[in-house]
């Protein structure tokens, strides 16, 4: 079973970058898509970004188009988040989250119930 580790959050100020990763390790090969999600206090996890880990194609959540990347090393097996622009709204626990199997009825990449795999999150603080 693949597992996965997020790190690289912190704290910025409203307008600063961030580059988050998440290394997989374990059996990789059953991987369909990754995603990083995040929530907030009292709040509901929300996707952000996501990747169909076989072709590399990207999904953006409307939030963050504009603002985010999200791209993998292979060779790594790691996972990048790269946010720009960030805002304080972004202040959240980021999680990272892999998908081995398909869950029917799918709700989309932005659905967290299509996730098995999940990281421990990782903190990511901005100040106004």
């Known amino acids: 079973q693949v597992q996965v580790v997020e790190s690289e959050g912190g704290s910025v100020q409203t307008g600063g970058s961030l580059r988050l990763s998440c290394a997989s390790s374990?059996?990789?090969?059953?991987?369909?898509?990754m995603g990083w999600f995040r929530q907030a206090p009292g709040r509901e996890r929300e996707g952000v970004a996501a990747?169909?880990?076989?072709?590399?194609?990207?999904a953006y959540s409307v939030s963050a188009k504009g603002r985010v990347a999200i791209s993998q090393d292979n060779a790594k097996n790691t996972l990048y988040l790269e946010m720009n622009s960030l805002k304080p709204e972004d202040t959240a626990m980021y999680y990272c989250?892999?998908?081995?199997?398909?869950?029917?009825?799918?709700?989309?990449?932005?659905?967290?119930?299509?996730?098995?795999?999940w990281g421990q999150g990782t903190q990511v603080t901005v100040s106004s």
């Open positions: 990747i169909y880990t076989r072709s590399g194609n990207p």
């Open positions: 374990g059996d990789t090969s059953n991987t369909i898509v």
């Open positions: 989250a892999a998908a081995t199997k398909v869950q029917r009825p799918t709700g989309g990449v932005f659905s967290p119930r299509q996730y098995n795999i």
